[in-house]
């Protein structure tokens, strides 16, 4: 059996450490049962068949779920508190992300519009979208 990981241009390092000098998000679909999913993986998480290729996932979503971290590890130190999040994109896939401008439960509500922001930290970067004027 083939224990190789899905062909991709990225790294896990890069996943882990952020996409500081990326634009895109990248991640994988799984080209039996079309899920897009941004993790890592042998075989799709949903089917279990091994056909993930790679897929250029979205920008913006909304968070679908979050909590506030206010012990963080030593890179956020920082930062903290702020908000993990879990951002479902508008072009299909959920991700795990972190938000530096929301500090507490009271600065961010589920459906929140979203998007990537590029940065030198950690992780994927979210920020809220401007709210319509
Ligand atoms: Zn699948």
């Given at each position: 059996?083939?224990?190789?990981?899905?062909?991709?241009?990225?790294?896990?390092?890069?996943?882990?450490?952020?996409?500081?000098?990326?634009?895109?998000?990248?991640?994988?679909?799984?080209?039996?049962?079309s899920?897009?999913?941004?993790?890592?993986?042998?075989?799709?998480?949903?089917?279990?068949?091994?056909?993930?290729?790679?897929?250029?996932?979205?920008?913006?979503?909304?968070?679908?779920?979050?909590?506030?971290?206010?012990?963080?590890?030593?890179?956020?130190?920082?930062?903290?508190?702020?908000?993990?999040?879990?951002?479902?994109?508008d072009?299909?896939?959920?991700?795990?992300?972190?938000?530096?401008?929301?500090?507490?439960?009271?600065?961010?509500?589920?459906h929140?519009?979203?998007?990537?922001?590029?940065?030198?930290?950690?992780?994927?970067?979210?920020?809220?979208?401007?709210?319509?004027?």
């Open positions: 059996m083939d224990d190789a990981i899905p062909s991709a241009s990225h790294t896990v390092d890069e996943w882990i450490h952020g996409y500081e000098e990326g634009e895109i998000l990248r991640g994988f679909r799984c080209t039996h049962c899920l897009i999913t941004a993790t890592w993986g042998l075989a799709c998480p949903r089917c279990g068949q091994r056909t993930l290729e790679e897929h250029t996932l979205g920008r913006t979503g909304r968070v679908v779920a979050f909590t506030i971290l206010n012990v963080p590890g030593d890179e956020f130190l920082n930062d903290a508190p702020y908000a993990y999040v879990v951002v479902e994109l072009a299909g896939g959920r991700i795990t992300g972190w938000m530096p401008s929301v500090k507490s439960v009271d600065d961010l509500t589920i929140q519009r979203v998007h990537f922001v590029p940065g030198y930290k950690p992780g994927v970067q979210f920020a809220k979208d401007a709210p319509p004027e």
